[in-house]
């Protein structure tokens, strides 16, 4: 598996989401940003409203270098193992709108 990807997971099992993502942004070689899904809202508003995903956390964090970058989202399941994940649309668009170049899901 790619490092990156293994970092990723890794970001993941800190998630204290009940699905855990985590996502790397590396840029030039060089990881930029790590981030969870997380809670950033009241959950009484809708768990949509009130979670962000590790992707857009990550692309945040990482700010202007994001720019071009390669993301790497990791979802572990509930035994821990690696799950299979694809981005959400409001992800995708967000992760157009940074022009990243690839994005490796597990
Ligand atoms: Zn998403």
């Not at 855990?20 to 009484?44: F, L, W, Y």
């Not at 809708?46 to 071009?68: P, Q, S, T």
């Not at 390669?70 to 821990?80: F, Q």
Request: contains cysteine.
């Amino acid at each position: 598996m790619n490092k990156h990807l293994e970092y990723a997971l890794e970001v993941a099992s800190e998630s204290k989401c009940r699905h855990k993502h985590g996502a790397v942004v590396v840029s030039r070689g060089q990881v930029v940003a790590t981030a969870t899904n997380q809670r950033v809202g009241d959950p009484e508003e809708g768990w949509r409203k009130a979670h962000i995903h590790a992707e857009h956390a990550a692309l945040l964090a990482a700010g202007d270098r994001a720019y071009g970058a390669k993301v790497y989202v990791a979802r572990l399941s509930r035994t821990g193992a690696p799950a299979e994940s694809k981005p959400c649309r409001k992800c995708e668009r967000i992760l157009e709108k940074f022009k990243v170049v690839t994005v490796v899901w597990t």
